[in-house]
């Protein structure tokens, strides 16, 4: 029984290992269908690192006085010399083919001039963001797609087992790798627009006035300031035991070659010639001419040989020297970073979804301003304080009218938009806010569809009128006492006769006597007219009397009798007072 559980158990790990086996060979075959990397050029022997062992100190000591104890080259870029917000100009990259003739050797390859390498030139990590932390490998076909890249190319150098990526790494603006003040050439961009090449230490690599945005390392200094820099390279870079051994061969075997350079102008430049090692390409010298003859003043290697790669638009340009599975083909090799062209940036990319980018500016929807149309700015006022900004326009506050929230509402309007229509009656304003009227003198009531009340007159009715004690009433307007008949006012009439109406009921109904004034009696008016008439004859009568009294007692007797001398009869003058004695004694 044991024997056979024992076989169960050794055919069932037989065939996990069988499985296992099938599985890794089925890996490397995917693997081996991409790539056969047979051509591998590298400065240093496998001994589990890269780069120079010599310090910084070293490598300042080593090279020519005239550049004291600077070991970098540094140039602003073209088009933006301490700008990094000016305008992009056309075209972003220019690429040249060529086919020349080295030392009777014939070679294709490309060049590409870059306008704007501050904010078109980037140094990505392999197939995405974090490629180097997981030692990933793409061909550059495959990273470029990261940016959409124009142009883009093999950089640095990396573990062909392990796939760690090697020298210092900054891909736009983010630390990818430090490796301590390694000593060797270094191509970067700091914020300011700036280009770098040469030996950098830590301190500048980490340095955060003037940080590097982009930041790649090679092997081997080019040109420097427009000199072949190639031995004073070599000093630096080597190891005591390979000042005569593989980099002093790195630097002279014919292989495919990949520079980043920089013309006077502060163009950057990508160049890439085609070569397979030992059989075709060309030596680091004669790269150095070459660029030298086409207006590079500065410039550093990067990866070659195998990894020599050109894309344009996603599509390889050039002739990768590794075989395929097959032979008869070749193949591009997975790699580790890229240097990439793309259309410049905007910042941020989406232009906070209120644009869009074109050239490396935002162009903005609506009423959105600013470099990353983040602004909202609604003309030159910008709603006048009275309304908000929206992205199609002002929304203007209650009370306020469209456009620009500058103006109140029109008369007969009031509100949100000015899209209510006022109520109010008489001629009266309507607050353009709430819509509350505010009456003509005269009139009350919500509306102003009232008028004041019996006694009150004017602007808000607060006048009391003072007609006296002829009249309570006054004109709801003007104040004007019993003129209201003066005016064709019929509502206000009415209302006067409603109030006699009422007067005269509560005055029957309580048995009242109104007050009446004396020159408003008939009665006495009458009686007065009667005693003036009594008074004037009376007076008429006395005046007849006192003429005929003075006519009798003249001492002209013939002028008053002479009517009487006519008929010649005697008249003899009468004393009146005397006559009425005797009559008066006759009687007795």
């Given at each position: 029984m044991a024997a056979y559980m024992w076989q169960k158990v050794s055919f069932a790990i037989w065939q996990t290992l069988l499985i296992s086996l099938v599985w890794t060979m089925t890996q490397c075959k995917e693997e081996m269908s991409i790539t056969f990397p047979d051509d591998i050029i590298t400065p240093y022997v496998e001994q589990g690192y890269h780069g120079s062992p010599h310090s910084h100190r070293h490598t300042r000591d080593c090279q020519n006085a005239k550049y004291g104890n600077v070991t970098?080259?540094?140039?602003?870029?073209?088009n933006h010399p301490n700008n990094s917000n000016?305008?992009?100009?056309?075209?972003?990259?220019?690429?040249?083919?060529?086919?020349?003739?080295?030392?009777?050797?014939?070679?294709?390859?490309?060049?590409?001039?870059?306008?704007?390498?501050?904010?078109?030139?980037?140094?990505?990590?392999?197939?995405?963001?974090?490629?180097?932390?997981?030692?990933?490998?793409?061909?550059v076909e495959e990273s470029s797609e990261q940016r959409k890249c124009l142009v883009a190319t093999n950089a640095g150098y990396f573990n062909t087992h392990t796939g760690e990526c090697y020298g210092n790494i900054v891909s736009d603006g983010r630390l990818v790798s430090n490796s301590n003040g390694i000593q060797n050439a270094h191509f970067g961009i700091r914020k300011n627009g700036t280009l770098v090449f040469g030996y950098l230490t830590e301190e500048d690599v980490l340095d955060t006035e003037n940080?590097?945005?982009?930041?790649?390392?090679?092997?081997?200094?080019?040109?420097?300031?427009?000199?072949?820099?190639?031995?004073?390279s070599m000093k630096a870079e080597c190891t005591d035991t390979e000042e005569t051994g593989s980099i002093?061969?790195?630097?002279?075997?014919?292989?495919?070659?990949t520079a980043l350079a920089s013309d006077r102008e502060g163009r950057l430049m990508i160049a890439q010639v085609d070569g397979q090692t030992t059989v075709r390409g060309v030596t680091l010298d004669e790269f150095a001419q070459f660029l030298l003859k086409h207006g590079a003043v500065n410039a550093i290697n990067l990866d070659g040989g195998g990894s020599a790669t050109f894309v344009i638009n996603g599509t390889v340009a050039n002739y990768p020297s590794d075989h395929c599975s097959d032979p008869a083909f070749r193949c591009a090799r997975q790699v580790s970073t890229v240097v990439c062209v793309h259309k410049a940036d905007c910042s941020p990319p989406d232009c906070n979804s209120h644009g869009q980018?074109?050239?490396?500016?935002?162009?903005?929807?609506?009423?959105?301003?600013?470099?990353?149309?983040?602004?909202?700015?609604?003309?030159?006022?910008?709603?006048?304080?009275?309304?908000?900004?929206?992205?199609?326009?002002?929304?203007?506050?209650?009370?306020?009218?469209?456009?620009?929230?500058?103006?109140?509402?029109?008369?007969?309007?009031?509100?949100?938009?000015?899209?209510?229509?006022?109520?109010?009656?008489?001629?009266?304003?309507?607050?353009?806010?709430?819509?509350?009227?505010t009456c003509m003198p005269g009139y009350t009531g919500q509306y102003c569809d009232e008028i004041c009340p019996y006694g009150f007159y004017g602007p808000g009715c607060r006048e009391q009128c003072n007609c006296g004690d002829t009249s309570c009433?006054?004109?709801?307007?003007?104040?004007l006492c019993n003129i209201s008949y003066m005016y064709n006012d019929t509502a206000y009439?009415?209302?006067?006769?409603?109030?006699?109406?009422?007067?005269?009921?509560?005055?029957?109904?309580?048995?009242?006597?109104?007050?009446?004034?004396?020159?408003?009696?008939?009665?006495?008016?009458?009686?007065?007219?009667?005693?003036?008439?009594?008074?004037?004859?009376?007076?008429?009568?006395?005046?007849?009397?006192?003429?005929?009294?003075?006519?009798?007692?003249?001492?002209?007797?013939?002028?008053?009798?002479?009517?009487?001398?006519?008929?010649?009869?005697?008249?003899?003058p009468v004393n009146l007072f005397q006559a009425f004695e005797d009559e008066d004694s006759s009687s007795l």
């Open positions: 970098h080259q540094t140039q602003p870029s073209y000016a305008k992009v100009t056309l075209p972003i990259v220019t690429v040249k083919r060529f086919f020349d003739d080295f030392s009777n050797r014939v070679s294709p390859g490309h060049i590409a001039y870059i306008n704007n390498p501050l904010r078109t030139f980037s140094v990505l990590e392999p197939f995405e963001v974090g490629g180097c932390d997981s030692k990933r490998r793409a061909t940080p590097f945005v982009q930041l790649i390392g090679g092997v081997g200094w080019i040109l420097r300031d427009g000199e072949v820099y190639l031995e004073e002093n061969k790195f630097f002279s075997v014919i292989s495919a070659r980018c074109v050239l490396g500016e935002c162009q903005c929807r609506g009423n959105w301003r600013g470099p990353g149309c983040e602004v909202l700015q609604c003309g030159a006022r910008n709603c006048s304080h009275h309304g908000i900004c929206t992205e199609d326009g002002c929304k203007c506050f209650a009370g306020y009218q469209f456009p620009y929230c500058s103006q109140l509402c029109g008369p007969g309007t009031y509100g949100n938009g000015c899209h209510s229509e006022c109520l109010c009656e008489h001629g009266g304003d309507c607050d353009p806010l709430t819509g509350d009227c009433a006054c004109h709801h307007i003007t104040g009439a009415n209302l006067l006769q409603a109030g006699q109406c009422l007067a005269n009921s509560v005055i029957s109904e309580q048995h009242l006597v109104p007050y009446i004034s004396l020159w408003e009696n008939p009665y006495v008016i009458a009686c007065i007219v009667l005693l003036t008439v009594l008074i004037t004859s009376l007076m008429c009568n006395i005046a007849l009397l006192c003429f005929r009294c003075t006519c009798k007692c003249s001492t002209r007797p013939m002028n008053c009798n002479s009517p009487m001398r006519s008929n010649k009869v005697a008249y003899h």
